[in-house]
């Protein structure tokens, strides 16, 4: 339930490579206690021990990958926080002064993002203390970014909603379609026109991606919610534990 950019097979690969990397990890800690004086026996006894271990018990590699990776994107995303949990002029929704900030990222060519507007309405419905930041992550095709770009035009004019919600229920994307959104919002044509092809607006795509690499997102939507990230669409129950998660966790 996730629209992604293609997975290239030497992930894979890279993927394989860590996971004997972390293997070698643990061996190499269990040197480590042994010590690096010459061998003993209780030091080849260790070694054996964590040697047989990984071999009955592969299932730790991923475990452990998971982990690691749980790790480095809570770390990106507090060195990034202002980028990940600052809106866009008007791109966002609820209470400003929250206490959880979820920053989704969308495309609106994606139908698993349509998918998950009725949760994020019902969310903020149920809970005044939550706000939400529209990341707009344009990858399907040349009509997202158009779309996107105007989306963040509409933002400048305190009209984000109002056009976020007319180009998703628009159902097919095209230039048509945007037009419409665009009136549909009651956006100042002439000055979004402006706006679309702003340096502003260029940079706020750019940089979206460019966090979105640094967080491991790949496909939309994905939602950053406390030091965690979650990939494709969500219901409200999954974004409500989203939410009492980060809250534990403060």
């Known amino acids: ?16 490579l860590l996971a004997m990397a972390l293997g070698a990890g643990l061996y190499a800690t269990a040197r480590a206690v042994a010590g690096d004086a010459a061998p003993t026996p209780e030091r080849a006894r260790m070694e054996r021990i964590v040697h047989d271990y990984i071999l009955n018990h592969p299932e730790i590699l991923p475990q452990a990958m998971e982990r690691l990776q749980q790790r480095e994107t809570a770390k990106a995303i507090s060195d990034n926080r202002s ?6 002029a008007g791109a966002w929704a609820g209470n400003p002064q929250g206490d959880v900030t979820i920053s989704v990222y969308m495309d609106y060519a994606c139908g698993f993002c349509r998918a998950s507007l009725p949760a994020i309405d ?5 809970d005044p203390n939550v706000r939400i930041i529209y990341r707009e992550f344009p990858i399907l095709s040349d009509e997202s970014v158009t779309a996107a770009r105007w989306a963040l035009a509409a933002a400048e004019q305190n009209k984000f909603r109002a056009f976020h919600d007319a180009m998703f229920a628009a159902g097919q994307l095209n230039s048509g379609s945007i037009q419409r ?20 607006v260029e940079a706020e795509l750019r940089n979206n991606h460019a ?23 969500q219901d409200y129950a999954a974004l409500k534990r989203a939410v009492s998660e980060a809250r534990r966790a403060e």
């Open 1 to 16: 339930m996730i629209e992604r950019l293609s997975r290239k097979p030497w992930l894979l690969a890279i993927g394989f």
């Open 83 to 88: 980028a990940v949990f600052d809106p866009f």
């Open 122 to 126: 019902k969310l903020l419905k149920s």
């Open 181 to 200: 959104a665009a009136q549909a919002a009651g956006l100042d044509i002439a000055r979004a026109r402006t706006a679309v092809s702003s340096d502003r």
């Open 211 to 233: 966090l979105a690499r640094s967080l491991g997102i790949t496909g939309t939507p994905a939602w950053v919610v406390g030091d965690r990230v979650y990939s494709g669409a």
